[in-house]
Protein backbone atom coordinates (compact mmCIF):
# COMPACT_ATOMS: atom_id res chain seq x y z
CA UNK A 1 0.00 0.00 0.00
CA UNK A 2 3.02 2.56 0.17
CA UNK A 3 2.38 2.81 -3.86
CA UNK A 4 -0.80 4.33 -3.47
CA UNK A 5 -2.34 7.94 -4.85
CA UNK A 6 -5.29 8.03 -4.05
CA UNK A 7 -8.37 6.26 -2.11
CA UNK A 8 -12.15 6.26 -2.69
CA UNK A 9 -14.58 5.21 -0.03
CA UNK A 10 -18.00 4.65 -1.80
CA UNK A 11 -20.85 3.13 0.30
CA UNK A 12 -21.46 -0.79 0.85
CA UNK A 13 -24.44 -2.67 -0.93
CA UNK A 14 -25.61 -0.05 -3.07
CA UNK A 15 -28.50 -2.29 -4.38
CA UNK A 16 -30.59 -1.74 -1.19
CA UNK A 17 -29.74 1.20 -0.80
CA UNK A 18 -30.78 2.27 -4.33
CA UNK A 19 -34.10 0.49 -3.80
CA UNK A 20 -34.99 2.38 -0.82
CA UNK A 21 -34.51 5.52 -2.67
CA UNK A 22 -36.78 4.24 -5.36
CA UNK A 23 -39.38 3.22 -2.33
CA UNK A 24 -39.48 6.48 -0.94
CA UNK A 25 -39.68 8.26 -4.67
CA UNK A 26 -42.32 6.50 -4.97
CA UNK A 27 -44.01 6.87 -1.84
CA UNK A 28 -43.62 10.54 -2.20
CA UNK A 29 -45.06 10.91 -5.97
CA UNK A 30 -48.47 8.71 -4.36
CA UNK A 31 -48.63 10.93 -1.09
CA UNK A 32 -48.28 13.90 -3.57
CA UNK A 33 -51.49 12.50 -5.82
CA UNK A 34 -53.32 11.39 -2.85
CA UNK A 35 -52.74 14.81 -1.50
CA UNK A 36 -53.86 16.80 -4.88
CA UNK A 37 -56.95 14.57 -4.98
CA UNK A 38 -58.21 13.83 -1.92
CA UNK A 39 -57.62 17.12 -0.44
CA UNK A 40 -57.46 15.38 3.53
CA UNK A 41 -54.59 14.50 5.53
CA UNK A 42 -56.79 11.58 6.93
CA UNK A 43 -55.90 8.98 4.50
CA UNK A 44 -54.21 5.67 4.81
CA UNK A 45 -52.50 5.28 1.21
CA UNK A 46 -51.52 9.29 2.23
CA UNK A 47 -49.51 7.61 5.00
CA UNK A 48 -48.06 4.70 3.56
CA UNK A 49 -46.75 6.87 1.00
CA UNK A 50 -44.71 9.38 3.50
CA UNK A 51 -43.52 6.90 5.05
CA UNK A 52 -41.94 5.51 2.18
CA UNK A 53 -40.57 8.80 1.36
CA UNK A 54 -39.08 9.30 5.06
CA UNK A 55 -37.32 6.08 4.69
CA UNK A 56 -35.88 6.84 1.32
CA UNK A 57 -34.59 10.19 2.80
CA UNK A 58 -31.81 8.70 4.81
CA UNK A 59 -30.66 6.20 1.81
CA UNK A 60 -30.63 8.98 -0.83
CA UNK A 61 -27.85 10.67 1.86
CA UNK A 62 -26.36 7.23 2.65
CA UNK A 63 -25.91 6.26 -1.39
CA UNK A 64 -24.43 9.66 -2.02
CA UNK A 65 -22.19 9.68 0.85
CA UNK A 66 -18.18 9.70 -0.36
CA UNK A 67 -15.52 9.70 1.33
CA UNK A 68 -12.02 10.36 -0.75
CA UNK A 69 -8.39 10.98 0.46
CA UNK A 70 -5.45 11.99 -1.85
CA UNK A 71 -2.22 14.26 -1.38
CA UNK A 72 -4.11 16.93 0.24
CA UNK A 73 -5.85 15.41 2.80
CA UNK A 74 -9.48 13.27 3.77
CA UNK A 75 -12.42 15.03 1.85
CA UNK A 76 -15.76 14.28 3.14
CA UNK A 77 -19.27 14.59 0.71
CA UNK A 78 -22.36 14.14 1.70
CA UNK A 79 -25.80 15.24 0.29
CA UNK A 80 -25.78 18.78 2.53
CA UNK A 81 -22.02 19.71 2.19
CA UNK A 82 -18.67 18.93 2.09
CA UNK A 83 -15.20 19.04 4.22
CA UNK A 84 -11.76 18.53 3.63
CA UNK A 85 -9.45 17.64 6.27
CA UNK A 86 -5.73 18.33 5.38
CA UNK A 87 -3.17 15.43 6.42
CA UNK A 88 -0.77 17.90 9.06
CA UNK A 89 -4.26 18.53 10.82
CA UNK A 90 -4.54 14.96 11.23
CA UNK A 91 -2.52 13.07 14.35
CA UNK A 92 -3.86 9.85 13.65
CA UNK A 93 -6.35 7.47 11.92
CA UNK A 94 -8.89 5.19 14.79
CA UNK A 95 -10.98 2.68 14.71
CA UNK A 96 -14.65 2.78 16.35
CA UNK A 97 -15.51 -0.29 17.37
CA UNK A 98 -19.41 -1.24 18.50
CA UNK A 99 -19.88 -4.51 19.98
CA UNK A 100 -23.09 -6.10 20.60
CA UNK A 101 -24.57 -8.24 23.66
CA UNK A 102 -25.65 -10.56 20.98
CA UNK A 103 -22.72 -12.45 20.04
CA UNK A 104 -24.86 -13.85 17.03
CA UNK A 105 -24.96 -9.86 15.92
CA UNK A 106 -21.39 -8.96 14.12
CA UNK A 107 -19.81 -6.43 15.48
CA UNK A 108 -19.69 -2.84 13.42
CA UNK A 109 -16.17 -0.85 12.14
CA UNK A 110 -15.82 2.88 11.73
CA UNK A 111 -13.31 4.99 11.21
CA UNK A 112 -12.19 7.91 13.06
CA UNK A 113 -9.92 11.32 12.88
CA UNK A 114 -7.89 12.23 15.98
CA UNK A 115 -7.07 15.81 14.87
CA UNK A 116 -3.61 17.82 16.71
CA UNK A 117 -5.90 20.14 18.14
CA UNK A 118 -7.85 17.50 20.24
CA UNK A 119 -10.77 16.91 18.20
CA UNK A 120 -12.08 13.75 17.23
CA UNK A 121 -13.87 13.23 13.85
CA UNK A 122 -16.10 10.54 12.66
CA UNK A 123 -15.66 9.72 8.64
CA UNK A 124 -19.28 8.06 7.51
CA UNK A 125 -17.35 5.60 5.75
CA UNK A 126 -15.83 3.50 5.50
CA UNK A 127 -18.15 1.22 7.37
CA UNK A 128 -18.21 -2.51 8.26
CA UNK A 129 -21.22 -4.21 9.29
CA UNK A 130 -20.65 -7.93 8.77
CA UNK A 131 -17.67 -10.27 7.57
CA UNK A 132 -18.34 -10.07 4.18
CA UNK A 133 -16.84 -6.46 3.73
CA UNK A 134 -14.42 -6.77 7.00
CA UNK A 135 -11.56 -7.41 4.25
CA UNK A 136 -12.80 -4.25 1.81
CA UNK A 137 -12.61 -2.11 5.27
CA UNK A 138 -9.14 -3.17 6.47
CA UNK A 139 -8.14 -2.80 2.89
CA UNK A 140 -9.57 0.64 2.53
CA UNK A 141 -8.16 1.46 5.86
CA UNK A 142 -4.62 0.63 4.97
CA UNK A 143 -4.67 2.77 2.14
CA UNK A 144 -5.20 5.48 3.90
CA UNK A 145 -2.85 5.06 6.52
CA UNK A 146 -0.62 4.89 3.83
CA UNK A 147 -1.71 8.27 2.72
CA UNK A 148 -1.11 9.36 6.08
CA UNK A 149 2.47 7.65 5.97
CA UNK A 150 3.54 9.52 3.19
CA UNK A 151 1.58 13.05 3.20
CA UNK A 152 1.07 13.72 6.84
CA UNK A 153 3.17 13.07 10.45
CA UNK A 154 1.23 10.16 12.39
CA UNK A 155 1.59 10.56 16.01
CA UNK A 156 2.52 6.40 16.34
CA UNK A 157 2.36 3.81 14.00
CA UNK A 158 -0.34 1.91 16.57
CA UNK A 159 -3.96 2.37 15.50
CA UNK A 160 -6.31 2.66 18.16
CA UNK A 161 -9.67 0.69 18.45
CA UNK A 162 -12.24 2.30 20.36
CA UNK A 163 -15.20 0.50 22.12
CA UNK A 164 -17.49 1.13 24.81
CA UNK A 165 -15.12 -0.29 27.26
CA UNK A 166 -12.09 1.82 26.74
CA UNK A 167 -11.66 5.62 28.07
CA UNK A 168 -11.90 7.46 24.67
CA UNK A 169 -15.61 6.28 23.93
CA UNK A 170 -18.02 9.25 25.02
CA UNK A 171 -19.62 9.70 27.80
CA UNK A 172 -22.71 11.58 26.94
CA UNK A 173 -24.70 8.45 26.54
CA UNK A 174 -24.25 7.13 30.31
CA UNK A 175 -24.63 10.86 31.51
CA UNK A 176 -27.93 12.04 29.74
CA UNK A 177 -29.34 8.79 31.67
CA UNK A 178 -28.28 10.01 34.74
CA UNK A 179 -29.02 13.24 34.33
CA UNK A 180 -32.79 12.07 32.83
CA UNK A 181 -33.02 9.31 35.97
CA UNK A 182 -31.99 12.64 38.72
CA UNK A 183 -34.91 14.54 36.99
CA UNK A 184 -37.06 11.41 37.21
CA UNK A 185 -36.45 11.36 41.01
CA UNK A 186 -36.61 15.15 41.67
CA UNK A 187 -39.94 15.27 39.73
CA UNK A 188 -41.54 12.76 42.22
CA UNK A 189 -39.73 14.29 45.15
CA UNK A 190 -41.95 17.68 43.90
CA UNK A 191 -44.90 16.08 44.12
CA UNK A 192 -44.00 14.18 47.44
CA UNK A 193 -46.03 16.54 49.91
CA UNK A 194 -49.23 16.68 47.70
CA UNK A 195 -49.33 12.73 47.22
CA UNK A 196 -48.92 12.81 51.48
CA UNK A 197 -51.16 15.21 51.98
CA UNK A 198 -54.18 13.28 49.61
CA UNK A 199 -52.82 9.86 51.73
CA UNK A 200 -53.96 11.55 54.90
CA UNK A 201 -56.83 12.50 53.93
CA UNK A 202 -58.24 10.10 52.32
CA UNK A 203 -57.12 7.86 55.43
CA UNK A 204 -58.82 10.38 57.92
CA UNK A 205 -62.19 10.70 55.67
CA UNK A 206 -65.44 9.79 57.47
CA UNK A 207 -68.64 8.65 55.91
CA UNK A 208 -70.77 11.88 55.55
CA UNK A 209 -73.14 12.92 59.50
CA UNK A 210 -76.21 13.88 57.73
CA UNK A 211 -78.14 13.71 54.75
CA UNK A 212 -78.16 17.32 54.61
CA UNK A 213 -74.71 18.15 54.20
CA UNK A 214 -73.82 20.88 51.30
CA UNK A 215 -71.75 19.83 48.23
CA UNK A 216 -68.51 21.17 49.65
CA UNK A 217 -68.87 18.82 52.90
CA UNK A 218 -69.94 16.05 50.85
CA UNK A 219 -66.59 16.65 49.02
CA UNK A 220 -64.26 15.59 51.68
CA UNK A 221 -66.19 12.72 53.45
CA UNK A 222 -67.62 9.49 51.98
CA UNK A 223 -70.86 9.12 50.92
CA UNK A 224 -72.31 5.66 49.93
CA UNK A 225 -74.97 5.15 47.84
CA UNK A 226 -76.28 1.81 46.53
CA UNK A 227 -76.02 0.59 42.80
CA UNK A 228 -76.47 -2.78 40.63
CA UNK A 229 -73.37 -4.03 38.34
CA UNK A 230 -75.14 -4.13 34.72
CA UNK A 231 -72.29 -6.16 33.19
CA UNK A 232 -68.63 -6.23 33.15
CA UNK A 233 -65.67 -6.41 30.75
CA UNK A 234 -62.73 -8.45 31.78
CA UNK A 235 -59.46 -7.55 29.95
CA UNK A 236 -55.81 -8.71 29.42
CA UNK A 237 -53.78 -7.82 32.84
CA UNK A 238 -52.25 -4.92 31.48
CA UNK A 239 -55.36 -3.25 30.51
CA UNK A 240 -58.24 -2.12 32.49
CA UNK A 241 -61.24 -3.62 32.93
CA UNK A 242 -64.62 -2.10 33.31
CA UNK A 243 -67.55 -2.34 35.58
CA UNK A 244 -71.01 -0.97 34.08
CA UNK A 245 -73.72 -0.02 36.19
CA UNK A 246 -77.60 -0.18 35.82
CA UNK A 247 -79.62 3.01 35.15
CA UNK A 248 -75.69 4.28 35.17
CA UNK A 249 -75.87 5.24 38.70
CA UNK A 250 -73.78 6.59 39.80
CA UNK A 251 -72.18 6.85 36.48
CA UNK A 252 -72.11 4.58 33.67
CA UNK A 253 -69.19 2.76 33.75
CA UNK A 254 -65.74 2.17 36.35
CA UNK A 255 -62.45 1.25 35.59
CA UNK A 256 -60.98 -1.47 37.22
CA UNK A 257 -58.12 -4.07 37.80
CA UNK A 258 -58.92 -7.67 36.05
CA UNK A 259 -59.43 -9.29 39.52
CA UNK A 260 -61.45 -6.08 40.58
CA UNK A 261 -63.90 -7.11 37.11
CA UNK A 262 -63.96 -10.90 38.01
CA UNK A 263 -64.97 -10.77 41.12
CA UNK A 264 -68.45 -9.17 40.37
CA UNK A 265 -71.18 -10.32 38.10
CA UNK A 266 -74.23 -9.01 36.18
CA UNK A 267 -77.16 -8.63 38.96
CA UNK A 268 -74.92 -8.06 41.71
CA UNK A 269 -75.86 -5.68 44.18
CA UNK A 270 -72.82 -2.98 45.41
CA UNK A 271 -72.40 -0.55 47.63
CA UNK A 272 -70.59 2.34 46.14
CA UNK A 273 -68.08 4.85 47.98
CA UNK A 274 -67.58 8.24 46.95
CA UNK A 275 -65.20 10.62 48.08
CA UNK A 276 -64.37 14.08 46.23
CA UNK A 277 -66.52 13.23 43.21
CA UNK A 278 -64.73 9.61 42.46
CA UNK A 279 -65.41 6.40 43.11
CA UNK A 280 -63.38 4.68 45.66
CA UNK A 281 -64.73 1.35 46.86
CA UNK A 282 -66.81 -0.47 45.09
CA UNK A 283 -68.16 -3.32 47.95
CA UNK A 284 -70.41 -6.25 47.23
CA UNK A 285 -71.44 -9.40 49.41
CA UNK A 286 -68.47 -11.72 48.81
CA UNK A 287 -66.57 -9.05 46.67
CA UNK A 288 -64.86 -5.54 47.16
CA UNK A 289 -62.68 -3.47 45.20
CA UNK A 290 -60.70 -0.29 46.82
CA UNK A 291 -59.15 2.60 44.56
CA UNK A 292 -55.18 2.09 44.74
CA UNK A 293 -54.00 5.19 46.78
CA UNK A 294 -50.51 5.55 46.62
CA UNK A 295 -48.68 6.05 50.28
CA UNK A 296 -46.47 8.63 50.82
CA UNK A 297 -43.73 5.96 51.52
CA UNK A 298 -44.24 4.80 48.34
CA UNK A 299 -43.57 7.81 46.50
CA UNK A 300 -40.63 8.24 49.01
CA UNK A 301 -39.11 4.91 47.76
CA UNK A 302 -39.84 6.07 44.33
CA UNK A 303 -37.44 8.79 44.42
CA UNK A 304 -34.74 6.72 46.31
CA UNK A 305 -34.91 4.09 44.02
CA UNK A 306 -34.53 6.61 40.64
CA UNK A 307 -31.99 8.07 42.49
CA UNK A 308 -29.97 5.03 43.47
CA UNK A 309 -30.56 4.04 39.66
CA UNK A 310 -28.89 6.98 38.21
CA UNK A 311 -25.86 6.26 40.55
CA UNK A 312 -24.49 3.54 38.08
CA UNK A 313 -24.64 6.06 34.77
CA UNK A 314 -23.00 8.33 37.20
CA UNK A 315 -20.26 5.76 38.03
CA UNK A 316 -19.94 4.85 34.25
CA UNK A 317 -19.13 8.49 33.82
CA UNK A 318 -17.22 8.85 37.31
CA UNK A 319 -14.59 6.04 35.72
CA UNK A 320 -14.22 7.79 32.43
CA UNK A 321 -13.24 10.95 34.19
CA UNK A 322 -10.79 9.12 36.27
CA UNK A 323 -9.15 7.54 33.30
CA UNK A 324 -9.12 10.84 31.21
CA UNK A 325 -5.48 10.35 31.33
CA UNK A 326 -5.08 7.16 29.74
CA UNK A 327 -4.67 6.52 26.44
CA UNK A 328 -8.30 6.30 24.13
CA UNK A 329 -7.77 2.47 23.27
CA UNK A 330 -7.28 1.52 27.23
CA UNK A 331 -9.94 -0.38 28.48
CA UNK A 332 -11.60 1.41 32.20
CA UNK A 333 -12.05 -0.76 35.03
CA UNK A 334 -15.78 -2.16 34.99
CA UNK A 335 -18.53 -0.61 37.29
CA UNK A 336 -19.94 -3.13 38.70
CA UNK A 337 -18.01 -3.00 42.15
CA UNK A 338 -20.37 0.62 41.95
CA UNK A 339 -23.68 -1.52 41.57
CA UNK A 340 -22.33 -3.40 44.43
CA UNK A 341 -22.56 0.12 46.74
CA UNK A 342 -25.46 1.27 45.36
CA UNK A 343 -27.12 -2.39 46.17
CA UNK A 344 -25.94 -1.96 49.90
CA UNK A 345 -26.98 1.61 49.74
CA UNK A 346 -30.58 0.29 48.61
CA UNK A 347 -30.94 -2.43 51.71
CA UNK A 348 -30.90 0.95 54.04
CA UNK A 349 -32.13 3.94 52.17
CA UNK A 350 -35.45 2.27 50.70
CA UNK A 351 -36.95 1.53 54.24
CA UNK A 352 -35.94 4.27 55.43
CA UNK A 353 -37.51 6.56 53.02
CA UNK A 354 -40.72 3.94 53.33
CA UNK A 355 -40.88 4.38 57.03
CA UNK A 356 -40.11 8.12 57.32
CA UNK A 357 -41.21 9.39 53.75
CA UNK A 358 -42.10 13.31 55.34
CA UNK A 359 -39.87 13.19 58.61
CA UNK A 360 -36.52 12.18 57.03
CA UNK A 361 -34.63 15.34 58.22
CA UNK A 362 -36.72 15.93 61.62
CA UNK A 363 -37.23 12.41 63.48
CA UNK A 364 -33.97 11.75 65.32
CA UNK A 365 -34.55 8.20 65.06
CA UNK A 366 -34.29 8.62 60.83
CA UNK A 367 -31.36 10.91 61.23
CA UNK A 368 -29.76 8.06 63.67
CA UNK A 369 -30.30 5.27 61.06
CA UNK A 370 -29.25 7.52 57.70
CA UNK A 371 -26.16 8.49 59.41
CA UNK A 372 -25.57 4.70 60.15
CA UNK A 373 -26.36 3.56 56.66
CA UNK A 374 -24.30 6.55 55.18
CA UNK A 375 -21.20 5.39 56.78
CA UNK A 376 -21.60 1.57 55.30
CA UNK A 377 -22.30 3.29 52.30
CA UNK A 378 -19.06 5.20 52.61
CA UNK A 379 -16.96 2.29 53.53
CA UNK A 380 -18.53 0.41 50.42
CA UNK A 381 -17.95 3.12 48.17
CA UNK A 382 -13.74 3.76 49.40
CA UNK A 383 -13.68 -0.38 48.60
CA UNK A 384 -15.26 0.06 44.75
CA UNK A 385 -12.99 3.26 44.52
CA UNK A 386 -9.54 0.88 45.34
CA UNK A 387 -11.35 -2.14 43.40
CA UNK A 388 -11.72 0.07 39.85
CA UNK A 389 -8.36 1.62 40.72
CA UNK A 390 -6.21 1.33 37.17
CA UNK A 391 -3.27 -0.73 37.64
CA UNK A 392 -0.06 0.08 35.37
CA UNK A 393 1.75 -2.85 34.25
CA UNK A 394 4.94 -1.84 35.07
CA UNK A 395 5.11 -3.35 38.28
CA UNK A 396 4.31 -6.70 36.85
CA UNK A 397 6.58 -6.65 34.00
CA UNK A 398 9.31 -5.49 36.62
CA UNK A 399 8.11 -8.79 39.37
CA UNK A 400 8.46 -11.03 36.24
CA UNK A 401 12.22 -10.34 36.61
CA UNK A 402 12.97 -10.12 40.92
CA UNK A 403 15.45 -12.80 41.33
CA UNK A 404 15.01 -15.13 44.44
CA UNK A 405 11.44 -16.16 44.05
CA UNK A 406 10.80 -19.95 44.16
CA UNK A 407 8.08 -21.40 42.23
CA UNK A 408 4.94 -23.24 43.37
CA UNK A 409 5.16 -26.43 43.93
CA UNK A 410 2.68 -28.75 42.85
CA UNK A 411 0.27 -27.74 39.82
CA UNK A 412 -1.36 -24.36 39.78
CA UNK A 413 -4.27 -23.84 37.70
CA UNK A 414 -4.34 -20.09 36.31
CA UNK A 415 -7.14 -18.19 34.57
CA UNK A 416 -5.67 -16.90 31.46
CA UNK A 417 -6.12 -17.12 27.61
CA UNK A 418 -3.62 -16.75 24.49
CA UNK A 419 -6.19 -14.51 21.97
CA UNK A 420 -4.50 -15.98 18.91
CA UNK A 421 -4.87 -19.41 17.42
CA UNK A 422 -1.82 -21.16 18.08
CA UNK A 423 -0.57 -25.24 17.70
CA UNK A 424 -0.50 -24.78 21.50
CA UNK A 425 -4.17 -22.80 21.35
CA UNK A 426 -6.05 -24.03 18.48
CA UNK A 427 -9.28 -22.46 18.04
CA UNK A 428 -8.73 -20.37 21.30
CA UNK A 429 -9.71 -23.45 23.43
CA UNK A 430 -7.50 -22.48 26.06
CA UNK A 431 -9.16 -20.78 29.04
CA UNK A 432 -6.30 -21.85 31.50
CA UNK A 433 -2.47 -22.17 32.11
CA UNK A 434 -1.07 -24.96 34.13
CA UNK A 435 2.07 -24.49 36.19
CA UNK A 436 4.46 -26.78 38.91
CA UNK A 437 5.00 -30.23 38.41
CA UNK A 438 6.00 -30.06 34.39
CA UNK A 439 6.17 -27.68 31.87
CA UNK A 440 3.80 -24.65 31.55
CA UNK A 441 0.56 -25.82 29.28
CA UNK A 442 -2.93 -24.53 28.01
CA UNK A 443 -6.20 -26.37 28.96
CA UNK A 444 -9.58 -25.99 28.81
CA UNK A 445 -10.66 -26.27 31.72
CA UNK A 446 -9.30 -25.27 35.68
CA UNK A 447 -7.99 -29.03 36.17
CA UNK A 448 -7.40 -30.90 38.03
CA UNK A 449 -5.08 -33.02 35.77
CA UNK A 450 -3.97 -32.08 32.47
CA UNK A 451 -6.35 -33.95 30.83
CA UNK A 452 -6.52 -32.26 26.94
CA UNK A 453 -3.47 -29.75 27.82
CA UNK A 454 -1.39 -28.32 25.59
CA UNK A 455 2.17 -27.99 26.08
CA UNK A 456 3.84 -24.06 25.79
CA UNK A 457 6.90 -24.28 23.97
CA UNK A 458 8.44 -22.09 26.32
CA UNK A 459 11.96 -22.22 24.61
CA UNK A 460 10.78 -20.31 21.73
CA UNK A 461 8.34 -17.57 23.23
CA UNK A 462 10.10 -14.41 23.93
CA UNK A 463 8.66 -11.68 26.52
CA UNK A 464 8.52 -8.65 24.34
CA UNK A 465 6.40 -6.23 27.33
CA UNK A 466 3.43 -6.21 29.35
CA UNK A 467 0.42 -3.41 29.02
CA UNK A 468 -3.33 -3.02 30.05
CA UNK A 469 -5.91 -3.95 27.68
CA UNK A 470 -7.30 -1.93 24.96
CA UNK A 471 -9.99 -1.93 22.95
CA UNK A 472 -8.40 -4.23 19.82
CA UNK A 473 -8.00 -6.99 22.49
CA UNK A 474 -12.01 -7.98 22.23
CA UNK A 475 -14.70 -8.17 25.15
CA UNK A 476 -13.75 -11.98 26.37
CA UNK A 477 -10.60 -10.05 28.10
CA UNK A 478 -11.96 -8.54 31.63
CA UNK A 479 -11.12 -4.90 32.51
CA UNK A 480 -8.52 -5.20 35.18
CA UNK A 481 -6.41 -7.91 33.63
CA UNK A 482 -3.08 -7.54 31.74
CA UNK A 483 -1.37 -8.44 28.51
CA UNK A 484 1.69 -9.48 27.58
CA UNK A 485 2.98 -8.97 24.34
CA UNK A 486 4.95 -12.13 22.88
CA UNK A 487 7.25 -13.63 20.26
CA UNK A 488 6.65 -16.94 19.15
CA UNK A 489 9.08 -17.16 16.38
CA UNK A 490 8.74 -14.08 14.70
CA UNK A 491 4.80 -14.31 15.49
CA UNK A 492 3.30 -11.93 18.01
CA UNK A 493 1.12 -13.36 20.55
CA UNK A 494 -1.09 -11.67 23.51
CA UNK A 495 -1.42 -13.71 26.65
CA UNK A 496 -4.30 -12.42 28.55
CA UNK A 497 -4.70 -12.89 32.96
CA UNK A 498 -5.29 -11.12 35.95
CA UNK A 499 -2.38 -8.86 36.94
CA UNK A 500 -0.71 -11.29 39.87
CA UNK A 501 -1.63 -14.35 38.03
CA UNK A 502 0.29 -12.75 34.89
CA UNK A 503 3.11 -12.35 36.77
CA UNK A 504 3.42 -15.78 37.69
CA UNK A 505 3.24 -16.97 34.19
CA UNK A 506 5.70 -14.58 33.12
CA UNK A 507 8.09 -16.42 35.91
CA UNK A 508 7.66 -19.43 34.32
CA UNK A 509 8.41 -18.69 30.86
CA UNK A 510 11.40 -16.81 32.68
CA UNK A 511 13.81 -18.87 30.36
CA UNK A 512 12.85 -17.78 26.87
CA UNK A 513 12.51 -14.48 28.28
CA UNK A 514 16.69 -14.61 29.45
Not at 310 to 330: I, K, M, N, S
Not at 368 to 390: D, Y
Not at 447 to 453: H, I, Q, V, Y
Request: proline fraction near 7%; glycine fraction near 10%; hydrophobic fraction near 45%.
Amino acid sequence: MSDVREVTCPPFRKRPLWFLVGLGGAGACLAAVRLAYRGGLLDVWLGVGLLFALLGVPALSMVTTRVSADAYGVHTRTLLRRRSVPWRDIAGLRILLKHESDSRVPEARRVGLALRDGRRRLLPLPQSWSPDDRAEFDAELAALRALHARHGAPESDHIPVISRRTAGHSSAGSLSLCVLLLAGAAATAWFLPNTSSYARAWQSAVPCATAGATATERRDCLTTVPAVIARTEVRRPKKSSWLYFADRRPRERLAVSREGAQGFGPGYSVEVTLWRGEVMKVAGKHHEWREHVAAAGDAAVLVAALALAAGYPGARVLLRLRGRRLPDDEVLPSALPFAGVLVGTALWLLPLCYRYPTTLLTSPAAVTWAIAGSAGTLGLFALAWRATRVRTPRAAAGSAGTEGKERAAGEVFVAARFLEQTDYNPHLFGTHIVLGDGPPAVTPHPGPGRFAAKPIPVDRLTVKGVRRVRGGDGDTVPGGWHIAELDDGGRPVRLAAAPADLTRIIRELRPAAG
